[in-house]
């Protein structure tokens, strides 16, 4: 009987002192969640499948895609909201999740200002403005002079109320002292074809949905959202040349449950920021219609901060509400 109680005494103390080994084992040691909140094949899930190829290898470990779409990105938002704050469960961003679902919707069922931590920036997905070739518009000086003309006279698609290419395009309005009518599609494509047959006579919609019709001839590109031209793309004028300031451009980037160790979300960034710098990478995110980012989590927290401020103002000032 006491032999066997030493025993278990003994047990118990080697597992006490195996306790502080196990706790300090190098992260990762086991397969990671990579939660896209949007259904399979869309941009976020195309960009979160091409980064966990080249992630696994410099990680050593899996990384796990899993689609949890719903309620304009909540649903898989709230969830990774929930897990521990380990590192083994992270979350691909738009900005719905953070700088504009909290001031569309009355209640989330996360936090959006508190409820995460930020890893890494991956990338800006530039909309671009386009008008149907009927407007007597080439360029966004002279879009703006004939918006100004005949208030309310035309109409602009987006992929649905506080969507990325509707909130754009309500700072484009506000910025600029114009008004247009707005006109909602379940997506890019639908709009398309309403936009190439003239029922709708502009947009500000993604690079990559729109640059197929503007190389055909079945749209004109006036300009893009982002602040300076892109590399890729020198010869499209920014918006901000015409409209000081303006930037209407959607982003990805990682975040995880709030709380997560500052080495865990240092070893990710590294991670991340090594395959963004790969040349392979930034051409598929080129042709995608992309710029890699990268960066600091601090940068991250910073674009989110300005990101919510901005967005908040827009909403507000276009009483958008979507419950």
């Known amino acids: 009987m006491h032999a066997t109680r030493r025993t278990l005494l003994g047990a118990a103390a080697g597992l006490a002192l195996a306790a502080p080994a196990m706790a300090q084992a190098p992260f990762p ?9 949007f259904a399979p094949a869309g941009g976020s899930d195309i960009v979160a499948r091409l980064l966990v190829e080249e992630l ?46 909290p001031f569309l919707y009355s209640n989330l069922p996360y936090d959006a200002e508190r409820g995460f931590t930020p890893i890494v920036h991956i990338a800006q997905l530039p909309n671009i403005l386009v008008v149907h070739p009927s407007v007597p518009a080439q360029n966004v000086a002279e879009f703006i ?14 992929t649905g109320p506080g969507s990325s290419s509707h909130l754009a395009m309500e700072l ?3 910025m600029s002292g114009t008004r ?8 890019s494509g639908q709009a398309l074809i309403d936009l190439t047959a003239g029922r709708v006579q502009a947009t500000l919609d993604s690079f990559a949905a729109m640059i197929p019709a503007v190389r055909a001839g079945q749209l004109r590109l006036l300009g893009i959202s982002t602040e300076r031209a892109l590399e890729d793309h020198p010869e499209i004028p920014p918006i901000a040349a015409t409209l000081p300031g303006y930037e209407g451009t959607t982003l990805l980037y990682m975040v995880g449950p709030a ?9 990710l960034n590294g991670a991340f920021n090594e395959v963004l710098r790969l040349p392979r990478i930034r051409e598929r995110f080129r042709e995608m219609g992309m ?10 927290a910073q674009v989110i901060a300005e990101g919510r401020a901005k967005w908040r103002g827009v909403i507000e000032r276009a009483g958008v509400k979507l419950d």
């Open 259 to 267: 709380g997560m160790p500052a080495p865990v979300v240092a070893r």
């Open 56 to 101: 696994a290898p410099r990680l050593g470990q899996p990384l796990i895609v899993e689609n949890r779409p719903g309620q304009a990105a909540s649903v898989g938002a709230a969830h990774v909201a929930q897990q521990p704050p380990d590192g083994y469960t992270i979350l691909i961003c738009t900005p719905g999740v953070q700088m504009t679902n």
């Open 180 to 187: 247009m009518t707005h006109v909602p599609y379940r997506s």
């Open 172 to 174: 484009f309005m506000s």
């Open 145 to 158: 002079a004939h918006l100004r003309a005949n208030p309310d006279r035309l109409s602009f698609s987006s």
């Open 291 to 300: 710029a890699a980012s990268g960066g600091t989590p601090e940068e991250l």
């Open 29 to 37: 040691s086991r397969p990671i969640r990579f939660v896209v909140p």
